[in-house]
């Protein structure tokens, strides 16, 4: 058996591989083995063995077995290299080889292709950059690297090219030191730097990325593999031999910070530790300053709960307000007294529902109008209008209909003397819902409509999407059927004829929908 020792590297293989191929080494005939392997530097070598296949002077090779061989030739597996000759061999008798997907070979090679994918993400997500000044004085600059020597220095220019020896050859980086134009002879250059240790060698497939993304910056990223240096000024990606952890920078100011905003979006509500660690596997940890939060998050995280839960339970509510026994006389009588948040200390009055207590189908509305509010009854302005056309165009009675809104309230802000409207906060919603529920109880409407947006929320959840589920039937523990459509004031906002068309007939069939299902109950 022939062995070969392959250096970390794709091109490497390449050329070993045509090499072989063209000789006309069978795959059996071969143990292609890495070069930085430990096992490598002590291989006992055989004899070679004559070449067993008729030999391939031009082998042929896909773009698709090419991608996923780049991805393969990084990761850390011993048989990587012997499973990309194996497949390359098979291909040239057999171009549909990478379609069997039952294939052993193929399913190792996409088992290895999308660990270093999803390496690749993980490095994308979990890298996190320190800020370091570097003084403009070459002479005052600590020196990062042991291994880089520098070549040719020259005292006057702005540039460092560093000559480094690695298993593939020695590699020279071009360093900017700092931009000359836009610096006085005392200032410092901010650099950031990057210590992180992937599971695989992705560094070079990775890199390009942090170059597109952080393109003004001045950044090295450190793994214990390679290094690569982003310049910004001449626009270069270069790269370097790796280095041990200590020799990354220090902890900076900003992962302070970094670790502040963590601690404020981190929700002890949604914790799940397994899906945590899913995700974000234990083994990154160290790459990210912020977790050295989570032992602590967690520890304090039912303590948060409870507090949220407590504030919950204080938030404004009209509670209190609305009787024990539910009849609409009742309600409309305890109405008035509420207070049950801000917006009673503004609006002329409280506006209860109307209609007969025994209606089959109750409409939603979100507030009062400012007509609604001067008058103490719902939909009697501009969007009340567009309402009516609408019932009598589908022969509904609107005598027979309850209608009402899901605040109360007028809510508006005040431009001369004019009182604009100003929808409701989510709170100011979910205050006045004792009301709502209140009257749907009540009644015992076989179907509700909610109007707009706040009435949809009210009744469906802050998160119910009303342009892509209007019309849709939805149960309720408040009521059987719930339906939801646009507000008639939207019709009145239209941007032009068409839209206003377009939400007129939203509007128009829904609403027969909803009455239609109050006949078919």
Known sequence: MKRLLIDPDFEAWRITAREQLHAGYHPDQLDLQDATAPTSLTLALEADEPPTGPPLPRPTISKSFLEAAGYVAVHRDPQRWNLLYRILFRLQSNRNLLALETDDDIIQLTRLESQVKRDLHKMHAFVRFRKVLEPSDPSERPTVLDEPIPIDPDPHAHHLVLETPTPFGPIKTELE??????????ADCEHFIAWYQPDHRILPLAAPF???????????????????????????????????????????????LWRSYYASIFNPARLNPAAMKSEMPVRYWKNLPELTLLPTLITQSKTRV????????????????VPDHHTIRAIAEALPTCKGCELYCHATQVVPGRGPATAALMLVGEQPGDQEDLQGEPFIGPAGAVLDHILEDLRIPRKEVYVTNAVKHFKFVQRGKLRLHQSPRM????????WLLAEIDAIKPKVVLCLGASASKSLLGGTFALMKDHGKLNSTPFADKVFATIHPSAVLRARDEPNRQQLQQFLTDDLAKAWQATIST
């Not at 030191?177 to 005392?186: A, G, K, N, Q, R």
């Not at 504030?311 to 509670?319: D, G, I, K, L, V």
């Not at 709170?427 to 004792?434: F, T, V």
């Open 177 to 186: 030191s700092c931009p000359p134009e836009d610096i006085t002879p005392d």
């Open 210 to 256: 942090f170059a597109e993304r952080f393109a003004i910056m001045h950044w090295t990223i450190l793994t214990p593999d390679a290094s690569a240096v982003w310049d910004p000024i001449t626009k270069q990606l270069t790269f370097a031999p790796g280095v041990p952890r200590e020799s990354a920078p220090a902890e900076d100011e900003l992962e302070g």
């Open 306 to 321: 409870q507090n949220m839960v407590q504030r919950q339970q204080s938030q404004p509510t009209a509670q209190p307000f």
């Open 427 to 434: 709170s100011e919603i979910m205050a006045c819902r004792p």
